[in-house]
């Protein structure tokens, strides 16, 4: 059951978002927006393309231990302020994480940035400095 969640939660994450596919292009230079995917330890998605955040939890059906259940699917357009924070904290945290181990460990996040064709990609486990921080920062746009 375990490893069949993993490959959901890797399937969601690589197809969350299909190239080129609802991006705006940045002024002045035509390319895209990048798309941020945040996997949490638990499985749930959220989506970000510098200006609405998307979240699509686990169902306690995907869940490893059949019970824990991600709460309800949303989708908010954030203040400028807001988007600015979040894009800047997750770069922060693809440019401070540990080199990538190639596997994704069980609760641990992954965060993935794409754009112009670029992949981008930090599993953070419990250690990472950051991590609570961008926990609490998902955590409030639900409200």
Do not use: H
Request: some cysteine; charged content about 25%.
């Amino acid at each position: 059951m375990k490893r069949m969640l993993f490959f959901i939660v890797m399937a969601q994450v690589w197809c969350a978002a299909l190239p080129g596919e609802g991006r705006a292009l940045r002024p002045g230079d035509g390319k895209e927006n990048p798309m941020y995917t945040v996997a949490d330890g638990s499985g749930n998605v959220y989506r970000f393309d510098g200006e609405v955040l998307s979240y699509n939890p686990v169902k306690a059906a995907e869940s490893s231990s059949g019970v824990y259940d991600g709460g309800e699917p949303y989708s908010r357009t954030l203040s400028p302020a807001d988007s600015a924070d979040l894009t800047a904290l997750l770069e922060e945290c693809l440019e401070k994480s540990p080199a990538e181990s190639g596997a994704r460990p069980m609760g641990t996040w992954l965060v993935k940035r794409e754009a112009d064709g670029d992949t981008a990609m930090a599993v953070l486990d419990s250690s990472f400095g950051l991590l609570k921080t961008l926990e609490n920062k998902l955590s409030t746009t639900k409200k």
